[in-house]
């Protein structure tokens, strides 16, 4: 948070301490911050100066001139939403700010022979072991990067996740196949408190570099998707739900808060596509159609 507070304005700094009184992640934080900072540049005065012509207008700026992702676009929504109705008290604004329309997009799956190669791809064992707790438990990137040694409970067979999206801790299966491969790393590097530490070793991993391990992991197993840590998290949503777990337990292993977050794995599974005649299987046609 040291970069939060160098340029820190007093409209700044209130609006740092309400994300802070309501419990927001360090991360949104950072993000909310900067949408808004980036609002303001955009027209060269405060904020607090800006109004409905100028949301729609910075809007139309991201979404045609600078034709960011649609994740960037909702990122700043929020910022927006929150920034009007908490920090400056103007709900009425949020007329204006409406919520754009989430694209459908089916996640990139990868087979389990892809996943096991993938997985065995790298020499280096500490990376081997990142991607395969990725995909043994389902984990986020930040999840991931938050582990530390204490958090595996090989008593009870179970990772202990805290603080998840929307600051929840939950618990997620250890697999009997994980905890050799974290044993053996353990005692291979010595982390300590972090399970997977940075530079320096005081600190966790960052998400970047996760990513880095996870492209290069791809490209080493000579894989033609582009490979990244949800990927992962996708494959072992699908990987379970095909093997027959229902999507309760998959939601809760994933930690959504909601199911329908988790029914978009119902879209990709071969087993519900197989299983699900065709309406032309039964008209009454000739074979040689």
């Not at 960011?68 to 908490?86: G, K």
């Not at 709900?91 to 329309?101: G, K, S, T």
């Not at 080493?220 to 990244?228: E, Q, R, W, Y």
Request: hydrophobic residues 40%; glycine residues 4%; charged residues 20%.
């Amino acid at each position: 948070m040291r970069t939060i507070h160098s340029r820190m304005t007093p409209l700044r700094q209130r609006m740092l301490e309400d994300l802070q009184l309501r419990n927001y992640s360090p991360q949104t934080i950072r993000c909310y911050l900067r949408c808004i900072a980036d609002f303001a540049k955009h027209f060269g005065v405060s904020p607090a100066h800006l109004g409905p012509e100028q949301v729609r207008t910075y809007q139309l700026f991201l979404v045609q001139d600078k034709q960011v992702s649609w994740t960037s676009v909702v990122q700043t929504v929020c910022a927006l939403r929150f920034f009007y109705r908490i920090t400056l008290g103007r709900p009425a604004m949020l007329e204006y700010i409406p919520h754009p329309q989430r694209p459908f997009t089916l996640p990139t799956l990868l087979s389990q022979a892809e996943v096991a190669a993938l997985l065995s791809a790298s020499p280096n064992l500490k990376h081997r072991a990142i991607l395969t707790t990725l995909y043994a438990a389902g984990l986020r990137v930040s999840e991931l990067c938050q582990l530390q040694v204490t958090d595996i409970d090989s008593a009870r067979m179970v990772l202990r996740v805290r603080q998840g999206k929307g600051q929840h801790d939950r618990y997620v299966m250890l697999s009997p196949k994980l905890l050799p491969l974290l044993r053996q790393y353990w005692q291979q590097d010595k982390p300590r408190p972090w399970l997977f530490p940075g530079h320096p070793r005081t600190r966790p991993i960052t998400t970047r570099a996760v990513y880095n391990i996870c492209r290069d992991a791809g490209q080493a197993a000579h894989l033609p998707k582009a490979i990244h840590p949800h990927v992962l998290r996708h494959c072992f949503a699908t990987h379970l739900l095909e093997a027959g777990v229902d999507l309760r337990r998959i939601q809760l292993l994933l930690g959504h808060r909601s199911l329908r977050t988790t029914s978009r794995y119902l879209h990709v599974t071969p087993q519900a596509l197989h299983a699900t005649p065709s309406p032309l299987d039964a008209l009454p046609l000739e074979e040689s159609l």
